[in-house]
């Protein structure tokens, strides 16, 4: 949005048709801050459809700010599990502690007190205030972005700060008084007709009248990013040891990539058959018979993980794990995706 272009018709076009189009979601059914500020940390990296279950159940166990903050950590793991982006769940406990200190267990109306509580940065302060007080404070990520550049035919790659900023303040020069309904509309359109990886749907859209994407022929062409970083390829040897129908199982460091979860023994390296039986008695057991080798793999933003499985029955519950039944796992043990693969693959057997 380096030239100047004229915004102020998009909330008169897009509120009406947000009205009239909008997706029954779960998190719309009323503006408490606490259901909107969940909704909206659980909706970040995360597919809608994937949110559903988990909004409900959290909030089942955990309906207020003050159940959460008094959560213990392994029941919190356990309602997050395979979620992913485990930081989501550890800041959201530690903001509604703050609630709780800070703010007597209300969730404050401010900005900048939103703004305040840890792991809320601007898109989600933004969301909540509009959405719940509706106060003019955009919330933009990338669907909203997304939108921008196709409605300004904004060249600009849209994960640069600046392109960020500029968005948020052409947003707030004309924010109307239905705040929350407008930052909800921007949402849906860019989950929906101007969405991500496919063609936007410009017959459809209620601002193909005021967008220069669509008449200057570069909509399809838009959001432009920055070229991606290759990510980094890291080998691991996975041990899904067992004995008598118990499974071993370490925490991992408390922090760090997947910090306090549970995960499998697991080795740095690709190891064939003969090093993992050697590897894995020097990890205190007695290996019996490796009855299954798996091969996966699992994506992080920044690191690939390229997964060896090895699983071993080994004559006794030794070493320094804990050894779990696969009850115990399934109720208390939160397993990250990159380990539950392993674990589903097991449980197929």
């Known amino acids: 949005m380096e030239k100047k272009v004229d915004l102020s018709p998009l909330p008169g076009v897009l509120l009406p048709w947000y009205r009239a189009n909008r997706r029954d979601l ?13 909704s909206e940390v659980m909706l970040q990296q995360t597919r809608v459809e994937a949110v559903r279950g988990y909004y409900a159940r959290f909030l089942e166990q955990l309906p ?10 392994e029941v919190l793991q356990k309602l997050w599990e395979g979620l992913g982006y485990y930081s989501r769940m550890r800041n959201l406990k530690r903001a509604a502690q703050a609630v709780m200190e800070r703010h007597g267990g209300v969730f404050p109306r401010d900005y900048g ?3 305040a509580l840890p792991g809320i940065g601007d898109y989600t302060a933004g969301a909540i205030c509009s959405i719940c007080y509706d106060l003019p404070t955009p919330a933009v990520d990338g669907n909203v972005l997304r939108v921008l550049a196709r409605l300004t035919d904004d060249p600009a790659p849209i994960d640069l700060p600046e392109t960020k900023r500029r968005a948020g303040q052409a947003l707030a020069d004309i924010y109307p ?3 929350g309904a407008f930052t ?5 359109l860019g989950a929906t007709l101007c969405g991500p990886n496919r063609k936007p749907d410009c017959v459809s859209c209620p601002c193909q009248a005021i967008c220069l994407g669509f008449a200057n022929g570069t909509a399809e062409n838009l959001p432009v990013k920055s070229p991606k970083k290759q990510r980094r390829q890291e080998d691991i040897t996975v041990f899904i040891l067992s004995c008598d129908g118990r499974y071993a199982l370490q925490k991992r460091p408390g922090r760090g990539l997947l910090a306090g979860l549970w995960q499998f023994p697991n080795v740095t390296g690709r190891l064939d058959t003969a090093q993992a039986l050697e590897s894995a008695s020097s990890l205190g057991v007695s290996p019996r018979e490796v009855y299954k080798e798996v091969e996966r793999k699992h994506i992080f933003t920044h690191i690939q993980w390229n997964m060896k499985g090895i699983y071993l029955e080994v004559s006794e519950p030794a070493g320094d794990f804990q050894w779990f039944t696969a009850e115990e796992i399934r109720t208390r043990a939160a397993l990250p995706t990159a380990f539950r693969l392993f674990w589903e693959e097991e449980q197929n057997v």
Not at 64 to 73: G, K, P
């Open 184 to 188: 909800q509309a921007l949402m849906e």
């Open 26 to 38: 779960p998190w719309r059914a009323d503006r408490e801050a606490y259901h909107v500020w969940l």
């Open 177 to 179: 008084r239905e705040a």
């Open 113 to 115: 007190a939103v703004r």
């Open 64 to 73: 207020t700010v003050e159940a959460l903050a008094a959560c213990d950590d």
